[in-house]
């Protein structure tokens, strides 16, 4: 059991490039969160999903985009990447809101 | 907004010694949780607790929650080497998303 699955583990970006940060789940979890980590900071909720086809904003949004197409998968789009964005992403599921969250390895972005 | 804040931010500690780490809310919780991250790792859950004055204890590890649920501490007993990491607390308020503190980084020294 694969758990939550992200990649890539790590990306060099030139400001102003657009990449996506791929995120499945195997656990048939409705909920899906997109999380930032700063260093020596907390996790900071990007966005997050209610099931498939539905999408919502979280604490920190801007200049990030989200799709849920399937229970699955939940990619994180960032169009038009800038220095501010260089941080470790957290994808994590969870089976309803309020219950444990289970997190992927984290895909370590540096944005130059 | 709803804010979560821990201290302390960092703690060093002999093997052995006690370590209690602090999360306290600016609004009345539903429920909390614990993580712990290890360096270079991904956020595990530990525990979740939901009623007023819960505690539950995880072998050395004991959680409790405040009578007002708007705090909540965890408590090592005897660290090891392997408690070495971050430990986050996690607040939520009815029907809302978890709201992460900054964590508390233990170093535990051999």
């Known amino acids: 059991n694969a758990g939550v699955t992200q990649t890539p583990k790590f990306r060099i970006l030139k400001i102003g490039q657009s990449m996506t940060l791929q995120c499945a789940q195997d656990m048939n979890h409705n909920y899906m969160y997109w999380y930032r980590q700063d260093p020596g900071m907390g996790l900071k909720l990007i966005y997050y999903?209610?099931?498939?086809?539905?999408?919502d904003k979280g604490e920190v949004p801007n200049g990030y985009n989200v799709s849920r197409s399937t229970t699955e998968d939940f990619p994180l789009r960032l169009e038009l990447a800038a220095p501010s964005q260089t941080s470790v992403y957290f994808c994590?599921?969870?089976?309803?809101?309020?219950?444990?969250?289970?997190f992927g390895q984290g895909t370590r972005l540096t944005v130059v | 907004g709803q804010q979560v804040m821990q201290i302390p931010q960092y703690q060093h500690v002999q093997e052995g010694e006690d370590f209690t780490t602090y999360c306290n809310s600016s609004?009345?919780?539903?429920?909390i949780q614990w993580y712990k991250q290890r360096p270079g790792g991904h956020p595990v859950f530990l525990i979740q607790?939901?009623?007023?004055?819960e505690v539950k204890k995880q072998k050395r590890l004991t959680f409790q929650f405040g009578e007002a649920k708007k705090n909540s501490s965890l408590h090592i007993t005897a660290t090891q080497t392997t408690d070495v990491g971050t430990y986050f607390c996690?607040?939520?308020?009815?029907?809302?998303?978890?709201?992460f503190g900054p964590g508390t980084r233990l170093s535990v020294l051999p």
């Open positions: 609004t009345t919780l539903s429920n």
């Open positions: 999903s209610v099931g498939a086809g539905i999408t």
């Open positions: 996690a607040g939520r308020n009815y029907g809302q998303n978890f709201v």
């Open positions: 607790l939901v009623k007023s004055g």
């Open positions: 994590a599921s969870s089976r309803e809101l309020g219950t444990e969250a289970f």
